[in-house]
């Protein structure tokens, strides 16, 4: 298959996201196992575990290829990059973390499958700073419309405080890492396995918030993504894309070190730093999130974060989860 990945932080820019390919190799397959002409893909994605796990699985396993797929793939460092490139056509499918939902919520992407439950992100600060409150007035850096953002305000909500009680610092990912290290912020709204590499460099780096700080409130999906045309005017791509995420999660589910070091390979890092990044994630296997589906639980998710969405002035009302939302093609693509 051919595999076409960018450096991490070599992102698109811009609404019309360049994606400069690079690292081809192979052959594009003429046509799929059971003889289907095969269909071409471009998929984003993030380097970290919960972005890159599935789809180092279904690279390894053959799992495209029998379905015939020939997918193309680009690393990001965030979601909403993802969703300009779906908007413009330069990507068919991506994926996204619970801070870039507001995005398909207004319209800009569907969402065609829940990934996991993170629980990676952190409100974090320089040794020294103990709580929330003592962040009032100083510089704090968020990479704007990600998790990192969501769980920095979730964090001031909780202290009665808002982002106008800091200097809020919009950052790249790769730039807060350095900021913190060399002490540039004094907070930052961020996640692992990014936060590892900074504790390295700040053994006392205090984190003040997490996930579970807030899972009575708010849950936190990760989701793939497809463009608005994609799914309105490309059916059987969207269904053999799915039918292949289907099938690598049930892989996932039953070889999580098997997944770990696919996915370490994929990243080219030490299966440790994965494991690590893995431990900040909750997976769901194909037959739950099938049931929380149906039930309507991951609506009721989506609509816990419409509300959180529309505090943080990201959404001017609250959106129906259906209307974004495709589980009744995920589920579809397992039948």
């Known amino acids: 298959m051919k595999l076409a990945r960018k450096l991490i932080g070599a992102v698109a820019i811009g609404v019309t996201a360049t994606l400069a390919l690079a690292g081809c190799g192979g052959s594009t397959p003429e046509s799929a196992s059971n003889g289907e002409e095969t269909i071409d893909v471009t998929f984003g994605y993030i380097g970290d575990f919960n972005g ?60 065609v499958a829940i990934n996991t439950l993170g629980q990676a992100d952190r409100v974090v600060a320089q040794p020294g700073i103990e709580s929330i409150e003592e962040l009032r007035g100083k510089t704090v850096a968020v990479p704007e419309g990600t998790s990192g953002d969501m769980i920095l305000t979730l964090a001031l909500e909780s202290a009665g405080m808002t982002k106008e009680d800091v200097e809020l610092v919009p950052m790249e990912p790769a730039t807060i890492v350095s900021a913190l290290a060399s002490g540039q912020v004094d907070g930052a709204g961020f996640w692992y396995p990014a936060l590892a590499t900074v504790k390295e460099q700040v053994p006392g780096l205090v984190e003040l918030a997490q996930n579970t700080d807030f899972e009575d409130q708010v849950s936190f999906p990760t989701a793939f993504v497809a463009g608005n045309d994609v799914v309105a005017n490309e059916p059987e791509k969207v269904d053999r894309v ?45 037959e739950e999130l099938d049931s929380l589906t149906e039930d309507g639980t991951i609506n009721t998710w989506l609509s816990g974060m419409n509300d959180y969405f529309i505090s943080a002035e990201k959404l001017p009302e609250p959106v129906d989860p259906s209307e974004y939302y495709t589980g009744d093609l995920f589920t579809g693509a397992g039948q």
């Open 52 to 111: 890159t796990s599935l789809l180092a699985v279904a690279e390894q396993e053959g799992i495209w290829e029998k379905h015939g797929l020939n997918v193309t793939e680009s690393v990001f460092t965030n979601g909403p990059l993802q969703i300009q490139a779906l908007g413009t056509g330069d990507l068919d499918f991506g994926y996204i973390g619970p801070g870039a939902m507001w995005l398909p919520a207004s319209g800009q992407a569907k969402v």
């Open 242 to 286: 799915l039918a292949a995420l289907r099938e690598a999660m049930q892989y996932r589910s039953d070889n999580m070190e098997d997944t770990i070091a696919a996915t370490a390979a994929m990243l080219g890092l030490e299966p440790a730093q994965v494991e690590a990044d893995a431990n900040n994630v909750q997976v769901l296997s194909v």
